[in-house]
């Protein structure tokens, strides 16, 4: 009996809870334009369905020709589906001009495509800023906050972007514009799946001085590593994403960081906070498992 009624308690501490960190969508979509990159698939595909289905008039940008046709068949007439290459400036510009003939206030840019963050914010923000409270939302990632090995590159591009969209926050103060960054760990993405299979195509493209120093079986057991990572192995519903970026969105009071699913919050931040020398002896011996990279015993031998 006891245990029932603590276990009553607690599923109502936890829903009390739910409903302060995501209160139910209190903006009015009507007359509301939001612009979303990156809607191929995954995060940006999944959120420009769920704002069409509520009534905000969508701008949502495809990398690939033939996602145009595939995602307008999700969408209602409302929406705007165009192809967006933002690594070019002339599509960023053709999208702005797209997006400016239809409103003069945009209520939200979400930067969900992995580049083109900052491009994208310059040239949107006269728009944002034209009426108060309106948003820019980051998708970014866990690593943000701690660095894992073989992701330096991605790892530090998300870090930029962190303190990027800080600074643009403290900026943006006056305005009235809220900034908020996503930072899921691994979920069930399309691109998650595919980075786990393409050890071929990454050995064929490396430099052969990269090769001699590494070896073939480093790298080969680096990608098996990956792949058999328990984040990985037990990549969370990307549909928690989503949910969180509609929040972003939707809400009056959007959260600074979002860490949706259970990876982020309970797995990843707790253990970034723990002393630099633990986080690293961790590392250390989850990697105690592989050979040294090829180019190590050549020191020996030099």
């Not at 299979?197 to 480093?218: A, I, N, Q, T």
């Not at 990843?268 to 906070?273: E, M």
């Amino acid at each position: 009996m006891y245990l029932l009624i603590c276990f009553v308690i607690l599923l109502s501490i936890f829903y009390i809870l739910y409903r302060h960190f995501f209160p139910t969508p209190n903006i009015d979509p009507n007359d509301k334009y939001v612009l979303i990159s990156g809607c191929d698939t995954g995060f940006g595909n999944g959120l420009a369905i769920e704002l069409d289905k509520q009534g905000f008039n969508v701008f949502a940008g495809v990398y690939n020709s033939e996602s145009v046709a595939s995602l307008k068949e999700k969408l209602s007439s409302k929406a705007t589906v165009f192809r967006l290459d933002i690594t070019k400036k002339e599509d960023i510009d053709a999208t702005f001009e797209l997006v400016n003939n239809k409103t003069k206030v945009l209520h939200a840019l979400v930067n969900n495509a992995g580049i083109g963050h900052v491009a994208m914010t310059k040239k949107f923000l006269p728009l944002l800023i034209a009426k108060r409270d309106s948003r820019i939302v980051y998708t970014s990632s866990a690593v943000d906050y701690i660095g894992f090995p073989s992701s330096s590159a991605y790892c530090a591009f998300k870090c930029a972007l962190e303190s990027f969209s800080d600074c643009l926050r403290r900026e943006m103060v006056p305005w009235g514009l809220h900034v908020s960054v996503i930072e899921p760990g691994a979920m069930k993405t399309p691109i998650i799946e595919a980075s786990c299979g393409l050890f071929e195509d990454f050995w064929s493209k490396l430099p052969s001085d990269v090769k001699e120093r590494w070896g073939e079986e480093y790298i080969r057991t680096e990608f098996h590593i990956i792949k058999e990572s328990p984040l990985f192995k037990f990549a969370e519903d990307s549909m928690k994403v989503v949910r969180a970026l509609q929040h972003a969105v939707m809400n009056k009071s959007p959260h600074i960081r979002y860490r949706p699913g259970w990876q982020s919050p309970f797995i990843l931040y707790p253990l970034s906070n723990l002393p630099t020398c633990i986080i690293d002896w961790l590392f250390n011996v989850l990697n105690k498992s592989r050979d040294d990279p090829k180019g190590v015993y050549q020191q020996f031998k030099d």
